[in-house]
């Protein structure tokens, strides 16, 4: 076989590799999403990272202030608002539930953690998903018609020594879900929405291979799916494409690929429900991660208000299970 050929072959399977994997799509739903006020995304960003700062399972008094201040913010939105109460040897903690229009058993939910690892200021990790869940919030308040039940919830206990562990604040509303035997049409986690750069080679990825098929500048927004639930991701996709000016990417994994599980999503695969993660892929291209430079002068707030239109867009357009 001549070089050539061999050459032709690489690319070949390469390519091939890049198709299943990215599920590019080239026209989206042509959904056109109102606009998101930045300025509001950073007020949200600075009062939970530097007004309720730390946000570790052991800052009590400023877990309850964040609590309190999404759980107004919901409410000012328009959203029927709960408080899911649970316990751990650490003691009692609570995630922040707001529900929006028809009150169905077959809902989406659309989630962030507001806890945060140590004592760093959390802005990126995960104010800025926060942000993004509240301004979603203020957002579907203001839709004409909501024919289907959508789910907003801030969780705790995300962060370690929690993680990957059965306290996880989406672990306990999971559960619950199937315990009520809940019909989910697509849960999104917010997992870190804020940081971006145009700068080349700004973006790193979990293995080489991964590295040749997808952007190395960081300015884009992935959505991380597993693979055998590709076809919901590919349908968020699609309404997502166009629908915001901002780069999408995507990728449908196994779960085993190092960081497709990385936040609260991953409680609801393990329920059975088709789950998928929204993220500016955290320590993959911010530096600041779990560091006491993750502030809310880092971040980029008008590409995180074109992500949070990009959701919305998601869940307008996905209203069937």
Known sequence: MSLLRILLLVAAVVGGFAWVVRQPVLL???FASPRVD???LEAHVRFLSEDCSPRHFLARENQ???ANYISDHLRASGARVEWQEFSTRSGKYANVVGHFGETNPRRIVIGAHYDVCGTQPGADDNASGVAGLLELAALLGRAPSLDTHVELVAYNLEEPPF?????????????????????????????????FSD????????NRLLGLIYPS???FIALVGRWDQRSRLQAFKKAAVGAAEIPVVSIAAPSFLPAVDFSDHRNYWSEGYPALMVTDTAF???RNYHQPTDTAATLDYQRMA???RLVYAGVLCLREP
């Open 28 to 30: 989206g739903n042509g």
């Open 38 to 40: 930045p300025g509001k």
């Open 64 to 66: 309850l202030k964040a």
């Open 163 to 195: 993680f990957a562990g059965e306290h996880m604040g989406s672990a306990i509303h999971a559960r619950n879900l199937r315990k009520r035997d809940v019909q989910i049409a697509l849960m999104v986690s917010l997992e870190m929405i804020g940081y």
């Open 199 to 206: 700068e080349q080679g700004s973006q790193e990825y979990p």
């Open 217 to 219: 500048r960081g300015d």
């Open 284 to 286: 993959l291209r911010n």
């Open 306 to 308: 074109e992500v949070v």
